[in-house]
């Protein structure tokens, strides 16, 4: 609220507003042309953090932050870049500035109810202190943790009182990168010189990020000064604001603001903490170095540039090399809290958590798959089968405990409760809940069991005597239900009358089309040439079937007019003459009422030979 405030005050005075601290995303909203931040936005941070999650395929990330603008400033960003990677915030943790150790006690007591194991801390050095004492005190700082804190945190844990950091071992960070060159030695050096000279009881000491953010933000704004080139002091107008200022009498407005805003944002140098530039009054700075506090040290174990992603290192010019940082070389380098030896998955089955529950079809078919019985003596349901087998199996492959229980979908009675699909809208369409980070693990170990030995017994146990009975038998028994060729014997007789009645209907008709051919009373020609005129009509009407009625193909006939391919032979051919006699020409496309005088003269010359 302050940062904003101060930002809508310089905007209505004309006057340049400039931050090295204000880091919060919202204040991005303000769109003013006279707040310059010359820091790293909280939302350059946040994919440098889900390309750690991604990294080591944690499903499920928790962020704790201040409830305040700087707190909530980030956490839409961060939501939406570990969307991007697969990663889902199941909760959040909110913590009050002001909190108790009694307050974050019970923050945290409900974190550890909960499955998940990696958390995003994002607040301000004391406070977290506060918070890490806290899940120190209440066993959360071992073994299967995961946490990440904001660089807010990393950038300042050089800086943090040993006791404190007794507590964040193990933790990761991400933190602002600074090149080391020989300028920010020699200002350090100086720095240090001056800082112990005021404060000569204070001897470990060091310039932060924040500390050369400033220096740098100085020497811009002394060269935007120079570049208007002030001749005598700053001058102000009266404004007519309406402005809900406590003097409005006395609320002015810059006269040179303007000039001075637009020279600060044409400024670049190399500054001590890196290339300063702005950009719509953003300083341009984006690599992040991935720290792990181990013991009372801070290792840096990678880098993320929004170039290449993470890499293992970076070349002289402050750009990554294209060695891409593989897993096993980052884990490597890891101290993780309570020192496990492997990586933490990210979540766990908390000891007082429910157990999982499977819902059980009950069936009275195909019992060997799953079968429901319930002693009435007793009460007591047993749940067996080749499905319940199987389950059982991939459960026992889990490098973890996994409680569950077996829940048949049956009314008080033992009948069924529904159908299948009942069953599932039980559980809202899923087996699983959604983004439940059981889900690969369970698929991963239900493969390994069918592929590997412990699937042969499981089959033989279940279905010993069709496995028999296709031994002694030399092939494969079907049951009951199964489908050979001899159960399509309907659908092959259909389909072979269809064709044959298809094909006797066929040839009738072409025969009673064109019977004037075998039948002519006045043609001399032999048997065999008219069945070879028939089959040449019958080749010729395929051919324009698939020609259609283009130019040139065959006879085409339109109006009053007939035209003959030249191509085409027929009319002179002997046995093609056979197209003769009083009778109508066919309506087939062959012969037409012009055509018919020609042919009936070619066989009366003809017969005049004989």
Not at 4 to 11: E, I
Not at 97 to 106: M, R
Not at 395 to 420: C, N
Request: proline share 5%.
């Amino acid at each position: 609220m302050q940062a904003s405030f101060v930002v809508n005050l310089g905007d209505r005075a004309n006057v340049p507003i400039v931050s090295f601290s204000a880091t919060s995303p919202s204040l991005t909203s303000l769109q003013s042309s006279y707040f310059f931040r010359i820091a790293q936005t909280d939302s350059h941070q946040v994919q440098a953090i889900s390309a750690i999650v991604k990294n080591f395929a944690w499903r499920q990330v928790v962020p704790i932050y201040v409830d305040n603008t700087y707190g909530e400033g980030i956490i839409p960003l961060l939501t939406d870049a570990l969307h991007e990677v697969g990663a889902h915030v199941p909760h959040r943790c909110v913590i009050p500035p002001s909190a108790t150790d009694e307050q974050i006690g019970n923050e945290l007591y409900k974190l550890m109810t909960m499955q998940t194991r990696v958390f995003i801390v994002h607040m301000l050095p004391k406070l977290c202190s506060k918070l890490f004492a806290k899940a120190k005190e209440i066993g959360m700082m071992s073994e299967g943790y995961v946490w990440i804190v904001t660089n807010g945190v990393a950038n300042r844990l050089w800086s943090m009182h040993p006791v404190i950091l007794n507590s964040m071992q193990g933790v990761l960070g991400v933190e602002t990168y600074v090149r080391r060159t020989k300028e920010l030695q020699e200002f350090k050096m100086r720095w240090k010189k001056q800082f112990q000279q005021d404060n000569p009881a204070i001897m470990e000491v060091d310039v932060d990020v924040f500390g050369l953010w400033a220096y740098d933000a100085t020497f811009a704004l002394a060269l935007a000064v120079e570049e208007v080139g002030f001749n005598a002091s700053l001058g102000f107008r009266k404004g007519n604001s309406s402005f809900n200022s406590t003097d409005l009498d006395t609320f002015k407005v810059s006269q040179d603001g303007s000039q001075l805003a637009q020279a600060l944002s044409s400024t670049s140098f190399k500054g001590i903490a890196g290339d300063f530039s702005l950009k719509d009054g953003q300083l341009q700075s984006s690599t992040f170095k991935i720290v792990n506090l181990n013991r009372y040290e801070v290792r840096t174990i990678a880098y993320w540039t929004p170039e290449s992603g993470m890499v293992e290192t970076l070349n002289s010019t402050n750009t990554s090399t294209p060695s891409i940082l593989r897993m096993f070389n980052f884990e490597d380098k890891i101290k993780w809290p309570g020192d496990p030896l492997f990586v933490p998955r990210g979540w766990e089955i908390p000891t007082k958590g429910k157990k999982l529950r499977i819902g059980v079809p009950v069936k009275f078919a195909f019992t060997e798959f799953v079968n429901v019985t319930k002693d009435s003596s007793t009460n007591k349901t047993d749940v067996t089968g080749f499905s319940i087998d199987v389950f059982k199996a991939a459960v026992k492959l889990l490098p973890y405990d996994l409680p569950f229980e077996l829940i048949p979908f049956a009314k008080p009675d033992g009948t069924s409760a529904g159908t299948y699909n009942d069953l599932v809208y039980e559980v809202y369409l899923q087996v699983f809940p959604r983004h439940s980070p059981l889900v690969p693990d369970i698929s991963r170990a239900i493969l390994n069991v069918t592929e590997g030995e412990r699937m042969k017994k499981i089959e033989s146990k279940w279905f010993a005597q069709e496995m028999d009975r296709e031994d002694n038998s030399g092939t494969p028994s079907f049951s009951s239900g199964s489908l050979g060729l001899e159960s399509f014997w309907g659908l092959f007789l259909i389909v072979g009358l269809t064709s044959i009645l298809a094909l006797v209907i066929f040839a009738a008709s072409f025969l009673y089309n064109h019977r004037h051919i075998l039948e002519h009373p006045n043609s001399r020609a032999s048997r065999w040439r008219r069945i070879r005129a028939m089959i040449r009509i019958f080749n010729e009407k395929d051919l324009n079937s698939h020609k259609g009625s283009q130019q040139g193909d065959g006879i085409a006939c339109g109006g009053d007019e007939v035209k003959a391919s030249p191509n085409s032979n027929w009319l002179e051919d002997k046995d093609l003459r056979l197209y003769e006699g009083q009778q109508t020409p066919s309506t087939t496309g062959y012969s037409s009422p012009e055509i018919v005088p020609i042919i009936q003269l070619a066989i009366l010359n003809e017969e005049n030979k004989y």
